[in-house]
């Protein structure tokens, strides 16, 4: 068995004369961290799209632990186990920090589409709840409504509700952007926790997150791969540092 959990062969993504992503090959291995980085417009959203299907490709294919999972639909992509954040936090923002998490939980119990439920029949996902807040570090906001966090609470709370899903695949879209620095630490911290035991492709900004959590880094330019490897490897290769880190992208 192949020690990828995820793989791109060839994926390419065309809008009408344009081409997104050109014949992108990645070899996500397994209980790793691999961060997508690039200028803005290199093409970096367009594949987490196209691995959560938001996108179908023009050509190519993605593997999931070795099968082939390009013409899947986004439902059978999360029921695979692919869960996926994103750019701009997505919380129920009248609701406690603890029921979005019961609501995430629910596919546990088989009634996430049974609307009309009483609240109540979710008491039994509390233990696991508060179990998953404590792991983020959210406990002591359990009561709390999630409009009232903070930014980079809100973005803790989201990733504690992928966590919810129980992914062996964690994609995360820019998990700092817009943080302050005391955030983007309680993050990152967080991401190399939640890591255990599963794998993790990131996209992101902030090149001392990227440094700090990734084992490996696959460079985007344009839609097509310019650099891969480590930190090191990437971050001192001559075209990397002409069209990315030498460009003024943070």
Same mark, same amino acid.
Request: charged share 30%; proline share 5%.
């Given at each position: 068995m192949s020690d990828c959990a995820l793989e791109t062969e060839g994926l390419t993504k065309m809008f009408g004369g344009f081409t997104a992503v050109r014949d992108v090959a990645l070899q996500v291995k397994r209980h790793t961290i691999h961060a997508l980085i690039g200028p803005n417009g290199a093409g970096k959203t367009t594949v987490f799209n196209l691995l959560t299907k938001v996108?179908?490709?023009?050509?190519?294919?993605?593997?999931?632990?070795?099968?082939?999972?390009t013409a899947d639909t986004p439902a059978t992509i999360a029921r695979r186990g692919i869960v996926r954040s994103f750019q701009i936090s997505a919380t129920f923002p009248h609701m406690s920090v603890r029921d979005n998490v019961r609501v995430a939980l629910q596919r546990r119990l088989g009634t996430q589409y049974q609307f009309w439920r009483s609240i109540r029949s979710l008491s039994v996902l509390n233990e696991r709840a508060?179990?998953?807040?404590?792991?983020?570090? $959210?406990? !002591?906001?359990?009561?709390?409504?999630?409009?009232?966090?903070?930014?980079?609470?809100? *973005? #803790?709370?989201?990733?504690?509700t992928t966590l919810a899903l129980?992914?062996?695949?964690?994609?995360?879209?820019?998990?700092?952007?817009?943080?302050? $620095?005391? !955030?983007?630490?309680?993050?990152?911290?967080?991401?190399?926790?939640?890591?255990?035991? *599963? #794998?993790?492709?990131?996209?992101?900004?902030?090149m001392s997150v990227v440094s700090d959590l990734c084992h490996t880094i696959t460079v985007l330019q344009r839609g097509e791969i310019l650099a891969q490897g480590s930190y090191g490897e990437v971050s001192n290769d001559p075209a990397v540092k002409s069209a990315y880190l030498g460009g003024g992208h943070a």
């Open positions: 996108h179908r490709p023009t050509g190519g294919r993605i593997l999931y632990e070795g099968t082939d999972i508060m179990e998953l807040l404590s792991e983020v570090g $959210l406990a !002591d906001y359990a009561e709390a409504n999630a409009a009232d966090l903070s930014y980079g609470r809100k *973005r #803790t709370l989201e990733i504690a129980d992914p062996p695949l964690l994609l995360l879209d820019e998990p700092t952007q817009g943080m302050a $620095l005391e !955030d983007v630490d309680r993050i990152k911290q967080l991401i190399r926790k939640i890591a255990q035991g *599963r #794998t993790i492709l990131m996209v992101e900004h902030n």
